[in-house]
């Protein structure tokens, strides 16, 4: 690595040790001195940040890279209001390709049957997932492959282990050139939003082994990833992958749109309390499996019930290991959103870090949202209560599940101050520490996020005149340079 010290000046730069810097030192991958540029010592290199604010870069928490570049770069349903749009769009694309057409970001409370797909695209294969990645369109091309499984919607829509199924089916018609290039696009976009790191949540329902390998030896010109492999008791597996983690999304439930996420009280447009895939005893005997390889744990759990089987199965592991193991191995709950005042408190008996997504809040929180027709209005503005999880000190590490919402820290740390419930909002200092710092204490990284002498130079460049935090209600600034542990990934 390329060691010759570089001078950056005229910034401001958001740092505890230093509120005043308007500069930093760097060597090799250590910022070794900050301060004010008249104090500032002679460097090889000296770069003028033009008056613009830096802050440590941001983590995400939570990505999935291959399907963000396969929703980059596919068909955007994010808009569609009636099935029709949906068709419209599918027919478009079915006349500017071939093969495969995948789609991504439906929200429709009525989608097209799979023989309108049919029509649509030409008798084309057709991918389409929800919004949250539980469920999806299929045509008639590939419900075959769904034949005989449970949660197989005869006219398309696929749940549970028929949309497993039907995902394997679709991205085995894509080749290793195009899942990589995907995985690439989407960590260069992260690159250019000021992410510097990204946790990539991987398992054999969600990605291939070789997509997951990739993405970990995407090399230096990319942000950091950091691998979750998500199969259950395969700790040892996990690590053969080179994941720093066996968990990430290891289902323990769905998500409440496909009402899938498994809830205490049934779904009040929908007579299901959602699907548990995992017991208490599989939760202990995971966590166990864990301590035995020194393996970081997790789990995906949305609803109540799911996390209501996490916790105990959290207490059945201390009983094993002791609670002082158990809490030293950092391990961690993706999603977390139906919290109650039990539930967080085994949060922190068990020091479990909350991997949490606040644009889900934006979405579908608040009274009028999609929680509140799937839940309840009373649960839907329980959900997500970041407050009550940052106020007893438990770790928040916050994400995009990307591509289920975008790649958008600062829309993320917005969506935070502006929970829709006022008892959940966090201030926007402690929204960007979950977003920044959180996100390398969610992989042991203890000592990184920050600006300081000593620190990893790990920071973005804002095109913003805020001496702090920018006001984000005038929208997010624009990244114009990251840098991870002194090497730029992108430049404008």
């Given amino acids: 690595m390329d060691t010759t010290p570089i001078l950056y000046v005229s910034g401001r730069v958001y740092s505890p040790a230093d509120p005043t810097a308007t500069a930093l030192l760097v060597e090799g991958d250590r910022i070794t001195w900050l301060g004010a540029r008249a104090d500032a010592p002679s460097a090889a290199r000296v770069v ?48 500017r390709t071939d093969g495969l057409i995948m789609g991504h970001g439906w929200e429709l409370a009525e989608p097209p049957t799979a023989s309108e797909l049919d029509a649509a695209a030409g008798g084309r294969p057709v991918y389409l997932t929800r919004i949250d990645k539980h469920s999806a369109l299929a045509s008639t091309a590939l419900l075959h492959h769904a034949a ?83 199969e259950l008791c395969a700790a040892a597996k996990a690590r053969e992958l080179g994941a720093v983690g066996a968990g990430g999304d290891l289902f323990a439930d769905g998500a409440f749109g496909s009402r899938t996420a498994c809830v205490r009280d049934a779904y009040l447009d929908g007579d299901t309390h959602g699907h548990a895939y995992l017991t208490a005893e599989q939760v202990a005997a995971h966590l166990v499996d864990c301590a035995a390889h020194g393996m970081q744990g997790g789990f995906h759990a949305i609803g109540d019930g799911a996390l209501r089987a996490v916790v105990d199965g959290f207490a059945r592991a201390a009983d094993q290991l002791g609670v002082d193991a158990v809490r030293e191995a950092g391990h961690r709950v993706e999603h977390a959103e139906l919290l109650d005042k039990e539930l967080i408190a085994g949060f922190v008996e068990y020091g479990i870090i909350a991997s949490v997504q606040p644009v889900f809040d934006r979405l579908w929180g608040g009274e009028h949202g999609m929680y509140a027709q799937r839940l309840g209005v009373e649960r839907a503005l329980a959900a997500n209560p970041f407050s009550a999880l940052h106020g007893v000190g438990v770790t928040l590490a916050f994400g995009s599940d990307s591509p289920v919402t975008p790649l958008d820290p600062w829309g993320a740390v917005l969506a935070a101050t502006r929970h829709h419930n006022p008892v959940h909002r966090i201030s926007a200092k402690a929204a960007f520490a979950a977003h920044t710092r959180g996100g390398w204490r969610a992989v042991r990284h203890d000592n990184e996020g920050v600006l300081a002498p000593g620190a990893a130079a790990t920071f973005a460049v804002w095109d913003t005149d805020a001496k702090g935090l920018p006001d984000l209600d005038q929208g997010a600034p624009r990244c114009l340079r990251t840098v991870l542990r002194g090497r730029t990934i992108h430049e404008e």
């Avoid at 050139?177 to 995907?182: F, G, N, V």
């Avoid at 030896?217 to 979750?228: R, T, W």
């Fill in 148 to 230: 005989g499984r449970i949660g197989h919607d005869p006219d398309g829509w696929v749940r549970l282990d028929a949309h497993h199924e039907i995902r394997k089916a679709a991205y085995a018609a894509l080749s290793t050139a195009e899942r990589t290039d995907a995985g690439r696009l989407a960590l260069r976009r992260a690159a250019s939003l000021g992410i510097a790191a990204v946790h990539e949540c991987g398992g054999p329902v969600l990605s291939s082994e070789a997509d997951f390998t990739g993405l970990l030896a995407a090399g230096e010109e990319y942000p950091q990833v950091f691998g979750f492999w998500g």
């Fill in 48 to 95: 003028d940040l033009g008056d613009r604010l830096v802050t440590p870069a941001f983590v995400d928490a939570h990505m999935h890279a291959t399907d963000t570049g396969l929703a980059l770069s596919g068909l955007d349903l994010s808009g569609c209001h009636s099935a029709g749009d949906l068709l419209a769009r599918v027919a478009a694309r079915a006349v």
